[in-house]
């Protein structure tokens, strides 16, 4: 994007460049000078500008004075129409100045995106829309609202509104200032009595959430003030809280048991059993034209969104291209020895329908030097079964999805840039090939 304006043109001259929708304006303004400059000169004595005109041309070639001027007149008018931007805009440090095309190109481009819903919770879903902000601005994450742990878990209780950490991370996620944002409110109190252990995000919620009334208009005030690219929405404005029936038949209730239960999961449900889904949810996932699950905790962060069955029935109905991002590793106390099919049909399963996913997204590289840490807590790749994801009617896209650096380390994590260049990527052939 930036190699558009430092290599490609000279720095004024990218205030003509396609996509920006300016062009047009500088013409009608100069069409609209023009007329302007005719109709005073009619409106004043014509003769007399004929005639100096006349005596000019004996001493001055005329037709090279009239370009000239044009010339000068519209780099004159060009030039004022940029700093009367700058200034409107109200942008004073110099380095936003020589980034302001930038910006106007970029949300020129990202407003004609797609319109992608993201479906999850935790860091899997905060990863995934770092990357999907570089494509589009036209993003509604449907967050999962059954985290009952830690701050989280202590506001929920005390203050009885929806767990606020998700919701937390994708706002960090999808904000401009993505840096500074993520580190106040990612900013946990390590000291306070009532504060220790609460990050400055969930309080600012929570705080919010009490002004305004529910966690809904919360959301969307904090969302205006961070500037972020697109929306975030819970999935229910319910009290949901998870359960799970383990395969020994132990029920284990709370989202944060159920790990710790080191049973393998037969069935995941909620309590109360009939959640609502917030309308909003409903509308984004009927107009997108991508719908993206996972990756994250199968169990407690992707699986739960569709235990609200108006939103497994709308994913299903819904014309968007649909498509998983699975786990690169095994979860320890949630998908122990699961391979790709597993978390597959797992999802299906709960959904209730086959129609919810087109395509799964699997990475196909792994560090050389992989982190023995890994096994040592009991986790594991997950392995590509073809031979039982078939049969599921689900497609395969493998690629390298790891982040390069933490690689090197040997940890193994997901880049949110390769991710969502995948994603995107598999979206546009499945486009064209509709066609």
Not at 160 to 180: K, S, V
Not at 207 to 213: E, K, M, R
Not at 298 to 312: D, G, H, M, Q, R
């Amino acid at each position: 994007m930036k190699n558009i304006f430092k290599n490609r043109i000279p720095k004024d001259a990218g205030w003509l460049i396609p996509g920006l929708e300016i062009k047009r304006w500088f013409a009608l303004i100069f069409l609209g000078s023009v007329f302007i400059i005719l109709g005073i000169l009619t409106l004043s004595n014509p003769e007399q500008v004929y005639h100096f005109l006349k005596d000019l041309k004996s001493s001055v070639n005329v037709d090279l004075a009239a370009a000239v001027a044009i010339v000068l007149g519209a780099v004159m008018f060009f030039k004022g129409w940029q700093k009367t931007n700058l200034s409107m805009l109200d942008i004073h440090d110099e380095k936003e100045k020589e980034n302001v095309l930038e910006v106007l190109y970029r949300r020129k481009k990202l407003n004609k995106g797609p319109r992608v819903v993201a479906i999850g919770g935790g860091t899997g879903l905060s990863m995934l829309l770092k990357g999907l902000k570089k494509i589009t601005n036209n993003i509604t994450a449907v967050v999962t609202v059954g985290d009952d742990g830690g701050s989280s878990g202590r506001l929920r209780e005390e203050m009885g509104i929806l767990p606020p950490g998700d919701i937390r991370n994708c706002i960090a996620a999808l904000a401009d200032d993505e840096d500074l944002v993520t580190k106040l409110f990612q900013y946990r109190f390590d000291m306070g009595e009532g504060l220790k252990g609460h990050s400055f995000g969930n309080l600012f919620l929570t705080a919010l959430c009490s002004i305004t009334g529910n966690m809904v208009r919360a959301v969307k005030e904090s969302s205006n003030v961070l500037s972020i690219r697109g929306r975030v929405l819970p999935a229910t404005l319910d009290d949901m809280k998870l359960a799970a029936e383990m395969e020994d038949g132990r029920v284990i209730h709370g989202e944060s048991s159920i790990p710790e239960a080191h049973g393998k999961i037969k069935r995941l449900f909620t309590e109360p059993a009939e959640c609502k889904a917030l309308p909003e949810v409903l509308e984004a996932i009927k107009n997108a034209d991508l719908i993206v699950m996972g990756p994250g905790s199968l169990y407690t962060s992707v699986i739960p969104n569709f235990l609200v069955k108006e939103i497994a029935q709308a994913v299903a109905k819904a014309k968007a291209k649909k498509i998983y991002v699975c786990n690169i590793m095994t979860q320890p106390g949630e998908t122990d020895n699961y391979s790709v099919s597993s978390h597959v049909n797992a999802i299906l399963t709960h959904a209730g329908s086959r129609d919810i996913m087109d395509a799964v997204l699997v990475n196909n590289s792994l560090p050389k030097n992989i982190s023995p840490k890994y096994a040592e807590h009991n986790s594991f790749p997950v392995v590509l079964d073809n031979e039982n994801l078939n049969p599921t009617g689900v497609k395969l896209v493998s690629t390298k999805l790891l982040e390069e650096e933490k690689s090197k380390n040997g940890l193994v994590r997901h880049s949110s840039s390769r991710v969502a260049r995948a994603v995107y990527i598999w979206y546009r052939k499945q486009m064209r090939r509709n066609k």
